[in-house]
């Protein structure tokens, strides 16, 4: 983790959620736009057991069948996840910051049972299952959760902070330097979504970008 060395500061962490694992940005509020804290890359799946990071595939495109060993992983990503973010979140707090909310960024929000392609159907299970991961991990933290799918983020961003595109990438893009480590999509998304929150989009309730059937 970065150096945390502010107090009382009002901030909030915006989440791109991948397949096991999770870009993690900590933006702190500033007159006009946020400045960037930390930026992390969290495991939410157990790298020890490489299974869990797709836990429903039993291969390329096949699906794992329900059982004692599916049961294993989806409980082992519980665990795993559950305390890689109670680390993160308490750091933040214990380092004084006043987070406000969390952000997500997703890639679907359809419903899983609606899918009839057993591909496609294996990849929504995963991204729901770790974005409850990180659902849950907000709220055992009293934190108010939203959520934007990735294609609706940039819409949402330029009606509520009032800037247009052009203007949110290169500010985006200007967040991140002089962050240590990488500051590709996932973190720019999560940064975003971070910003969101602090610019009022999360009112102490889950809100959720689109419809939860939508793809």
Known sequence: MAHLTRRKERAAVGFTV???WTAAVLVMQQATVPRVVDSQTIDLSDPAIPESRQPYHAGFGTARAAGARLSTLLASVERFGQRSLARLMSG?????????????????????GEIANDHIRIHALEGQLFRGVL???????????????????????????????????DTIAALGRGVDGP?????????????????????????????????
């Open 135 to 169: 659902e849950k991990a907000a709220s055992r933290h009293g934190m108010p959760c939203s959520i934007w799918r990735e294609r609706d983020l940039a819409g949402a961003a330029q009606a509520l902070l009032k800037r247009t595109e052009p203007e949110l990438r």
């Open 18 to 20: 991948k397949s096991g």
């Open 183 to 215: 500051w590709r999509s996932e973190q720019k998304r999560a940064a975003l979504a971070g910003w969101l929150v602090l610019a009022g989009r999360s009112a102490g309730r889950k809100s959720v970008s689109g419809k939860a059937g939508d793809e």
């Open 92 to 112: 933040y707090q214990a380092a004084g910051y006043d987070v406000r909310g969390v952000g997500l960024v997703v890639g679907s929000l359809i419903d899983p």
